[in-house]
């Protein structure tokens, strides 16, 4: 039992017919919410009228990628307690979107951030962000759809096209028929499920193993840590330097605020009172969570190097699924690969609406304002299905990094959305000149040094830093803030560009999703802000460039 | 000017306040610990808890914090005597 082996149910139909139920179930669940979808707002924020602790649950289920169940683990497995560290700011994401600009935008009735950046800084720069955000949420959505085939196949032993075009074409399917209302309702109810599934079976292998704690596995693992220094002590060193650390900062923290698919959460809220209790919701659900799944790495890492388990290179991905194979009986693991679809299925149906809002509302209603509402919702259906058979057939050949990919993509975002965004809703002085050289600059920029593009042309060399972006973020999100700053303070002062610019309406915009009624110059216009936030910019990207020393 | 004043404040501080709590990480990565906490290395333990209970927290107070401050801005409003019907939906 504890050799290397091919991990998979011996019985697939027990998983199947589990799957299939909870496909079932969202189903329907999708299809009665979006009943009453009449317009595209009612499509893409549920109508805006979503309570604070459903909403809590969807945001945290949205989040939770299948890489909760199938990525971080092997990365804890691979770098151990610096991947921790790394994972554990990504709470960080929804309660800064809120109390940064997530309650102007919701204030704003925005149904995606592009649609804020169109309304701030015009159609151009709107559609450059949209491109981007689009590119972002396709790597996002490609992810998850390539780890949903890869699960039943290597899982289920269904041929992972096969697997792909079915399930892909199912999901895809009830994301359209639901809407954000079905989404919102079936991510709420997939957190609850993707919680059960991973908890209870940890639990359960916590006491196979011996652990005493194993009534509450997110944090009682503690005497389990003495054999863990005994048979590997380096486990818990921190291997990188501070600058490592740091680097997580605009990488991840500042690359989540740009993310479409966790901001249009915001959104729905009913009430801004409403959307902060929501993250007070997230913060709970996702810590209990994102704890269990460090017991999960840490378990895992204690099994191979205590317990003689044997998994190799390329089955790491695994790890939570062959804990279960080894430790719990299969109709555990049947529901735990329930949960892991559950995961996948929330993230990417967030990813499809973004999609779908992106090119309908922020693309295509950009160019020919005057389309009809129903002719508006209709094209948001059909962009919506489009998003999602695009990101089928790019599986179909899919490139080799999964989780890397999408922790680059938030960089991505923090490079050509996050600053617009900021510095737009709290700098009236932002304008579309300074947006579009951010947007198109520090995107070119991080897109150039990271490995993909030119592998010669990096930062540091080590190849997770520069692929999963921490190292590229660090250079090119202080490089957009710089750009968006300064471009727009020289050419506010041009007066032969004084005619392309939109001032009143901007200065008017600012006031209003801030709560204003009146205007009033001293408000959001702080040269001193703008000026100290250049100034820390240049320092962390002048530290980038320096030698990493990896 | 008041309730500006406490916004731009009120999102300064507890930006920086999050970004603290979430990476206790990097702190320690300065400033290493070499002490055990409830049968874990403090390293460990610590920015787990933090990155959990105390961003728990901190929502908690930004919560009542932002809700206070969004009163106050409707009040400084209403002194204004402007016509109340672009409040927030």
């Known amino acids: ?550 | 000017m008041k309730a500006y004043k406490k916004e731009v404040q009120f999102t300064i501080w507890m930006t920086a306040a999050f970004i603290l709590v979430g990476n206790v990480g990097l702190i320690f990565s300065v400033f290493p610990v070499d002490a055990m906490l409830f049968g874990f290395p403090v390293m460990y333990i610590v920015p787990i808890l933090m990155g959990w209970f105390g961003v728990f927290i901190l929502t908690i107070v930004a919560g009542k914090i932002g809700n206070r401050i969004d009163d106050e801005i409707d009040s400084e409003n209403d002194a204004l005597g402007v016509s109340s019907e672009v409040k927030d939906v």
């Open chain 1, 1 to 550: 039992m504890m050799e290397a082996q091919n991990w998979q149910l011996s019985n697939p139909i027990l998983g199947l017919a589990v799957v299939g139920a909870t496909f079932l179930l969202f189903y329907i669940v999708g299809f009665i919410s979006n009943r009453k979808s009449a317009s595209a707002k009612d499509l893409y924020i549920g109508g805006g009228n979503v309570g604070a602790f459903t909403n809590g649950l969807a945001m945290a289920s949205t989040y939770m990628s299948l890489a909760t169940f199938l990525g971080i683990t092997a990365l804890i497995l691979k770098l151990q307690v610096p991947f921790i560290m790394l994972w554990i700011q990504l709470i960080l994401a929804i309660p800064l979107i809120t109390i940064i600009y997530g309650t102007s935008l919701r204030r704003m009735g925005a149904f995606s951030p592009t649609h804020f950046i169109r309304d701030r800084y015009g159609v151009t720069a709107s559609i450059i962000a949209a491109l981007f955000m689009i590119l972002v949420s396709v790597m996002y959505a490609l992810g998850q759809m390539i780890g949903i085939a890869i699960t039943f196949e290597t899982l289920l032993g269904i041929p992972y096209l096969t697997g792909l075009f079915v399930f892909g074409l199912l999901i895809v399917g009830y994301i359209t028929i639901g809407g954000m209302a079905g989404a919102t309702n079936n991510a709420a109810i997939q957190m609850v499920i993707i919680a059960l599934m991973f908890i209870i079976p940890l639990g359960a292998i916590m006491k196979a193993i011996g652990a005493s704690g194993w009534y509450f596995p997110p944090l009682f693992y503690a005497d389990m840590v003495p054999a863990m220094l005994e048979s590997l002590p380096t486990f818990f060193d921190y291997q990188f330097s501070p600058k490592w650390y740091f680097s997580i900062i605009p990488a991840l923290t500042i690359g989540a605020l740009g993310l479409p698919h966790l901001a249009m959460r915001v959104y729905t809220a009913s009430s801004l009172k409403s959307a902060r209790s929501a993250m007070v919701w997230f913060a709970f659900i996702l810590g209990l969570v994102f704890s269990a799944t460090y017991a999960m790495g840490f378990v895992g890492v204690f099994a191979t190097t205590t317990e003689g388990l044997v998994i190799s290179e390329g089955d790491a991905d695994k790890l939570t699924i062959i804990l279960n194979l080894v430790y719990n009986p299969e109709w555990v693991t049947a529901l735990v690969i329930a949960g892991a679809i559950s995961a996948g299925l929330s993230t990417l149906s967030g990813n499809l609406l973004a999609i779908g809002a992106l090119i309908s509302q922020d693309i295509i209603a950009t160019l020919k304002p005057n389309i009809p509402q129903r002719l508006s919702l209709r094209i948001g259906f059909i962009a919506i299905f489009a998003g999602g058979l695009v990101s089928i057939l790019l599986a179909i050949e899919p490139p080799a990094f999964l989780v890397v990919s999408i922790l680059w993509a938030f960089g991505l975002a923090g490079v050509t959305n996050a600053p617009l965004i900021i510095v737009g809703v709290w700098w009236k002085e932002a304008n579309k000149f300074g947006a579009i050289a951010a947007s198109v600059v520090g995107g070119a920029v991080y897109i150039i040094v990271s490995p993909f593009v030119f592998p010669s042309i990096v930062l540091t060399g080590h190849g997770v830093t520069d692929g999963m972006g921490l190292s590229g973020a660090m250079l090119a999100v202080p490089i957009s803030f710089i750009l968006l700053i300064v471009v727009s303070y020289i050419t506010n002062r041009m007066p032969s560009l004084q005619r392309r610019l939109t001032k009143q309406s901007d200065i008017e915009l600012i006031e209003r999703i801030h709560g204003w009624r009146d205007i009033k110059t001293y408000r959001y216009n702080s040269t001193l802000g703008a000026g100290v936030t250049v100034v820390v910019s240049a320092v962390v990207a002048i530290w980038a460039l320096m030698p990493w020393g990896m």
